[in-house]
């Protein structure tokens, strides 16, 4: 309906009604919609979290700047969970197989995401991604997904992409003040890790405060530090996937 | 970055519903950006501005930007401080940092003005 006058819209303007309200009729109309510009990739966020559950895959959202240590964490976890934990991995950059090609190497199903520009990730792309994966050599059978997503702590917070743990990371020689600066990096995630601990003889870089500003901003973060290389602090990295994964496993079988 | 991206599937939406009210122009938009949606609201604006430029249906229209109040309660003495600006540093009445915020987390499309 038309919104000055109440008459039909313009597609359905045969009938003969009197405009002695004398507005100038331009068959305009205002159209009340109330739709979240979230919604589309969330909808799609669900239905991909709605299939890892079937598969009884944990899937985890890895986000971060670039440059703090994603890919080598994830090299170093598929190492210390070889067969123990059937791991898969998408990759999520702007350009180029690298990272990829470094999973490969260490033997698990692998796949690239390039986004060719796009700053995140989002649910239509991990939904393509994952099936891609899953016909990958051993792709069929994994338990623990990671989607390592665009270095970038700014957009990707805003995307969800179906995982059931969100997780932030930040290396010791960015600084202390993420949390502060990027607040919704770390009020959207449940897990919240900072690497390269083995470099904070060299740097300024108070732990204890780092992890207070994360928990002001949210309090049921859960924190942890270590260091890929030297493996220190790993086993808490390690015990928290092995925890997300027995409990997946149990619920299937049940 | 990504308010580009958003501004895309805004103007996919646009499209739907100017198909189905049999609309071929877009006079005015009226989005509620939430404080805490992780959305810059000039850089949405921006967005909008050069992505309309080039798009027959919603070229020339206006953007209504409202922004919503957050409530922030306070974990200490329930205290409940409402504001629409940034996230208060602490709890005006009894200084506690830890303060849960409720709302102002979604981005929508409010209104749509065509013909």
């Known amino acids: 309906m038309c919104d000055t006058c109440g008459c039909p819209s313009p597609s359905d303007h045969s009938h003969d009604h009197d405009h002695s309200s004398g507005h100038s009729h331009s068959h305009s109309k205002t159209v009340d919609v109330h739709a979240s510009l979230f919604a589309a990739n969330d909808a799609l966020a669900r239905a991909n979290r709605e299939h890892f559950d079937e598969i009884g895959a944990v899937a985890l959202n890895l986000i971060s700047s670039p440059g703090s240590g994603k890919t080598t964490l994830l090299e170093h976890t598929i190492e210390a969970l070889k067969g123990e934990i059937n791991i898969g991995v998408i990759e999520g950059d702007i350009e180029t197989e690298r990272d990829a090609e470094r999973i490969r190497a260490k033997g698990v199903p692998v796949i690239q995401l390039t986004t060719g520009g796009a700053c995140h990730l989002d649910a239509a792309m991990t939904h393509k991604g994952f099936h891609r994966l899953q016909k990958e050599p051993g792709g069929e059978a994994i338990e623990l997904l990671f989607i390592e997503n665009v270095g970038n702590l700014v957009c990707p917070a805003t995307f969800d992409l179906g995982e059931h743990e969100r997780v932030v990371l930040v290396s010791v020689p960015e600084g202390p003040d993420k949390p502060a600066k990027y607040p919704k990096a770390f009020t959207s995630s449940h897990t919240f890790v900072i690497t390269k601990t083995d470099l904070l003889p060299y740097f300024d870089f108070p732990v204890a405060e780092a992890m207070g500003d994360a928990l002001q901003l949210n309090p049921k973060l859960r924190t942890m530090d270590l260091s890929s290389t030297t493996g220190n602090g790993m086993e808490s990295w390690l015990n928290y996937l092995r925890e997300l994964v027995k409990k997946m496993r149990a619920v299937k079988k049940a | ?115």
Do not use: W
């Open chain 2, 1 to 115: 970055m990504h308010e580009i991206s958003l501004v895309q599937g805004l103007f996919e939406q646009l499209k739907e519903l100017a198909a189905a009210n049999n609309a071929t122009r877009i006079i005015s938009v009226t989005m509620e950006i939430g404080p805490l949606c992780g959305v810059v609201v000039d850089s949405f604006q921006f967005g909008f501005d050069i992505l309309s430029a080039d798009d027959e249906l919603v070229r020339g229209a206006k953007m209504i930007i409202q922004v919503p109040p957050v409530s922030y309660r306070c974990t200490n003495c329930s205290h409940v401080e409402i504001t629409a600006g940034r996230k208060p540093d602490a709890c005006p009445a009894c200084g506690e940092l830890l303060l849960i915020p409720d709302g102002g987390s979604d981005l929508l499309l409010r209104q749509v003005e065509m013909e």
